[in-house]
């Protein structure tokens, strides 16, 4: 048997070299490669092109993967970049904020300064169905503010009263809240007399949900309009006179029969307010 696949070892082996020696002679005398390396080629032709193919296969997955790796390292590069511009936007809205809030100080100093007050930030609303609240970072520790200070915006447009104390936070229940009132007085958007007499801006529980207070106690002889400007009047010592409440909205008259109150609109959207000024200290004229 061991010789039998010897001898077919050396037939095997003589026939590759005989046809190696055709196909070269082929080659050199007729310049051609000649019938074997044509045989040759016919027979290789079908694994030739299966390499051709898996060749172009192998060359399309690494172009991919090469694409792939490339969007890779530009996605990292973009996510950089927008880590880069949330922190320099972060940035720049705080300085925004603090140029703000440092407007808004300089504004209230021009305006009113005759009044001692101290700067607030509102951190967060108390508001529920009963009442209408804020709460700012000064307390007794480190402020001057005390229970029943007026707080008002930049502008002078009031908007609330200290109601209670803490120690680094106290509680703020705004104009519309139904435990607030200031005596007041209406002025003429038109400029014409102010009409003086002992009303009262107060908050209403039936008009507090639609940021309304109330202007009650009109006299039956004043002429009390819409557009006319509710500002407090300094009675009682409990408010600076002259602070801007809000513009009337339109008059009624109690369902009683007797007197009439009207309808005000805030002279700040308060929901909207972040920084206030707390007044400690202040003269009404005599």
Known sequence: MKALLTRRSIII???AL??????IISVNVFNSAGPVTGFANTVTRPVRALASTVAGTFGEIYSAIYRYQELERRNDELQRLIVKYERDFSESDAIAAENDRLRELLEFRERYGDYVHEMATLVSWNSDNWSHSFIINKGYTNSKIARGMGVAT????????????GAVQSTVITILDTRFSAAAFVGRGDGGDEVESSMTAKGNFTYMRSGLLTLDSIDDDLIVRAGDMVSTSGIGSVFPAGLVVGEVDD???????????ATVIP??????????FVITEFENPD
């Open 154 to 165: 930049e502008d002078g447009a009031l908007i609330g009263q200290v109601f209670e104390v």
């Open 13 to 15: 082996a003589s026939a």
């Open 18 to 23: 005989l046809l190696a020696l055709i196909a």
């Open 251 to 261: 008059v009624f008259r109690h369902t009683s029969g007797i007197g009439r109150y």
């Open 267 to 276: 002279m700040r959207d308060i929901n909207r307010v972040s920084t206030v």
